[in-house]
């Protein structure tokens, strides 16, 4: 169990030797994506002000073009990634393809790629509603001195070596894990620190909350309609109760707190759903594992799927044990 109220910088030290491969980079790597995460949140704290300071398109008084949040928030990302020298390659959600760094480079021996959603909950960002930051690191599979290639970011989620989120909500937290349980530390604004404030996190066996955006509920294949049915009845704990902020990281977050399931199925509309596999659904997995929930595509494990390209989407269902196997259990039986 692991003691309240230390530092995540302190956490990380401490911590360093329990990692797989005890070089330090992890250590540095994780330190360098907690400097990207303070950037972002003063950018997104300052959303607010974009009707005073001017709109995205505009131009500011310093000649600079105003950049919406999310195209703000990958660049932050990524150069403060790149001027650490910490990572072979990222890739982002925003980005049409994977940016290498350095690879090439005899003297550059990093190991690691990371994958991230700079800004994720695209809807929310405009109207200061939470939303988050979703990030994923691998071991790069190609020799290091080489140029990373596709390879290094198609591996599946099962071969993570930490994941985590930020979310910007009535505070921000950074949440993550490498593979030795979840734990989440608050930012204290007013001196920049993250704070170890919820230890060894863990979603509860089940929970009464669902979320998902029922307004597609005729295009959902039956296995869901009928869960969503099931969630609504009378019985025991249910009904159950319906939140759906609209924002992958919160939704996650509260449900792992209070005890939930999250669920974009695929729909008429949208035969693998929306969420990506790389930059969202595998990391949540690998975090929601590890906080001893489950994730699914509704068939099987999210972090057995073998990824065929960089922003490929899949259905997802993730959350607390029990519940996930329910709704398994309902896409089985109709045959979805
Ligand atoms: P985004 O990457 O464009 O932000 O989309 C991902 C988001 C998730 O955070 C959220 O759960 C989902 O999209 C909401 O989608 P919808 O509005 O279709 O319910
Ligand atoms: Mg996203």
């Known amino acids: 169990m692991h003691k309240k109220n230390k530092t995540l910088g302190e956490f990380i030290i401490e911590n360093q030797d329990s ?47 105003q950049q919406k949040l999310d195209v703000l928030a990958n660049e932050k990302f990524i150069q403060t990634l790149k001027n650490r020298e910490i990572v072979c390659g990222i890739a982002s959600e925003e980005e049409d393809d994977f940016i290498s760094i350095n690879s090439n480079d005899e003297k550059h021996q990093n190991k690691y790629v990371v994958l991230i959603d700079p800004l994720d909950g695209s809807s929310n960002i405009d109207v200061n509603v939470s939303v988050g930051t979703i990030f994923s ?97 009378e019985e025991g704990d249910r009904p159950y109760t319906s939140r759906y902020i609209g924002s992958l990281v919160s939704d996650f977050h509260r449900n792992m707190i209070k005890g939930g399931i999250y669920l974009y199925p695929k ?16 990391p949540m997995a690998f975090i929601a594992e590890q906080a001893n929930g489950k994730a699914s595509n509704g068939y099987g494990r999210i972090l057995d799927i073998e990824p065929t390209q960089l922003h490929q989407r899949v259905p997802f269902f993730c959350g607390s044990k029990k519940m996930v196997e329910k709704a398994e259990e309902f896409m089985k039986a109709s045959n979805s």
């Not at 607010?48 to 505009?58: E, K, M, N, T």
């Not at 729909?267 to 595998?282: D, I, T, V």
């Open 19 to 65: 990692f797989q491969y005890s070089s330090g980079e992890l250590s540095k790597l994780i330190n360098a994506i907690r400097l990207a995460c303070k950037v972002v949140n003063h950018e997104v704290n300052k959303a607010g002000l974009v009707d005073i300071l001017g709109a995205a398109g505009d131009t500011n008084i310093q000649g600079e073009s």
């Open 267 to 282: 729909s008429s509309m949208a035969s693998n759903g929306k969420l990506r596999l790389l930059y969202e659904c595998n």
């Open 137 to 233: 690191i691998y071991r790069r599979v190609t020799p290091v001195g080489t140029p990373v290639t596709l390879d290094d970011f198609l591996q599946p989620g099962r071969e993570q070596v930490a994941a985590g989120y930020i979310v910007y909500g009535t505070s921000t937290m950074l949440v993550y894990t490498t593979g030795y349980g979840v734990n989440g530390f608050t930012l204290n604004p007013a001196i920049g620190t993250f704070y170890l404030s919820h230890p060894d996190m863990e979603f509860p066996e089940s929970g009464t909350i669902y979320s998902v955006n029922e307004g597609n509920y005729i295009h959902f294949p039956q296995g869901v309609k009928d869960y969503i049915k099931y969630c609504q009845q």
